[in-house]
């Protein structure tokens, strides 16, 4: 009930082109979904997150989409470019008094090619 | 401006030592979470401070690990009498804790290499 499941494992894009990397939870007491950004050798970075009444979230080329009924979200990065290449982190989190307990996804690793 | 700092950034030690894993979050950050995270996956919770209490420690592995943050600022992380599969990268965050969606801070991480 704890797990956060994402998908793909691994890929592959052209520059310019769309990235799009899913997650699935099982709980549905969580109330806040991150998506973190992490480079080698670094701490992840948060990139962009939704709460579960809202279906969409946009930040630049950023996009979440949150389908609630299907306990499923995804990340969109538009225009896809070699900077963006790193390993992305799906979570999700009850939010109580300071982002309680985040559950990870096992990661998606990005490779833009240029 | 300062982040959250941890050292060492690596650390090997040879089985069956204690270690200790330092966290210096960012100031005035009354949360602050550990992760463990093994090689080509997602950090998994540890345990979490509210300023100096500890208030859920049921991802520590085992009873050989230990967290304190006796003055509600810096934390360490002790793992005593280390395993091979203790090897991993030790993350700390930090965040305000006051809001919804509370943005954790990450350090870089310590790498623990155990022999």
């Known amino acids: 009930q704890q797990q956060v499941k994402q998908s793909p494992q691994s890929l592959i894009v052209q520059k310019g082109g769309i990235s799009i990397i899913n997650c699935a939870y099982e709980?549905?007491?969580?109330?806040?979904f991150p998506w973190y950004q992490q480079f080698p050798g670094k701490g992840p970075a948060l990139l962009i997150a939704i709460r579960p009444d809202v279906s969409e979230k946009k930040e630049g080329r950023f996009t979440i989409s949150f389908n609630k009924s299907a306990k499923q979200f995804s990340l969109h990065i538009m225009d896809s470019q070699p900077g963006d290449s790193a390993t992305y982190f799906c979570?999700?989190?009850?939010?109580?008094?300071?982002?309680?307990?985040?559950?990870f996804g096992a990661g998606t690793r990005l490779f833009v090619k240029a | 401006g300062a982040g959250v700092s941890q050292s060492p950034r690596y650390k090997v030690a040879k089985r069956g030592q204690d270690v200790a894993l330092r966290c210096d979050p960012i100031s005035g950050h009354v949360s602050l979470f550990w992760y463990q995270q093994a090689l080509g996956q997602g950090p998994e919770f540890l345990t979490y401070f509210q300023n100096e209490a500890q208030l859920d420690k049921s991802g520590l592995p085992s009873d050989r690990f230990f967290a304190e943050r006796p003055e509600g600022s810096v934390s360490t992380l002790k793992i005593q009498r280390t395993q091979q599969e203790d090897s991993a990268v030790y993350l700390c965050?930090?965040?305000?804790?006051?809001?919804?969606?509370?943005?954790?801070?990450f350090g870089p991480g310590t790498r623990l290499t155990v022999l």
């Open positions: 979570a999700a989190s009850k939010d109580s008094t300071g982002g309680f307990k985040t559950i």
């Open positions: 965050a930090s965040s305000t804790g006051l809001a919804w969606g509370n943005e954790q801070f």
């Open positions: 709980n549905t007491a969580f109330d806040y």
